[in-house]
């Protein structure tokens, strides 16, 4: 039996000197991201279509002695995406990680979708995390490391109804994560997905809203409750980690046992 190597496993999460990405860290989910990557180490750049939250969080990162700067990006527009990886390569000269959550959802059923709407979901969702990874996926390559967090949902896997289109892109993304990590696991570039449950976020604020829907989606969960955006933050401090050195190709679901509860029944027993 060989002998034990001589790990700091103080050190796994220690992200030090790397230079981390996160596309949507204007907010949500991408925000608390960003906030807890810099708290770990990373040199943070914030990249959001609306540049004021970039710059609003990368402030707060400052504030907290943290390392960010924000840049403006439009998924939806290749130029853009590759203009944001020209600038990140210009100030840093390499990249660790990257985290991509920009999507839209439009709840609306099949019979009263059109097919411009259809495009804008599937335009962004699924093509704006196609063009994040592809641009991304070069320079780690060339450093024969790197990691990347794509971001699924459990719509992935559940759907209701008018949720067709959007749980189609976020099922995509999950298999889009898996072939990725065969394609580039041979150049040392990890490739995740997260996929969140029911996060209190810009995105979900049409169901939140509503008293009697934000009682019920918390009902659907075993914990009860809504998740809040810097839950997620864990898993993605974990995927950009040495912690996760050996996953690849894998979905994390963060959603309080949503995908893991068949039904809701309880019947009263008889005493």
Known sequence: MNPAKTIDYAKLFDLSDRVALV????????QAGAEGLAALGAKLIVADVVEPDAHGVAERIRAAGGAATALHVDVRDTASVETMIANVMRQHGKLDFALTTPAVNLRKRLLDYSEEEFDRVVELNLKGTFRVARVCARPMMERKRGSMVLMSSIRALNVEPGQSIYASTKAAIAQLTRGLAVELGPHGVRVNALAPGIVATPLTQPITSNPVWNEAYAKRTALGRWAEPEEMAGPIMFLASDASSYLTGTTIFADAGWTA?????EPQLKT
Not at 261 to 265: A, N, S, V, Y
């Open 23 to 30: 596309v949507g860290g204007g907010s949500g989910i991408g």
């Open 261 to 265: 509860i068949d039904g809701r029944f």
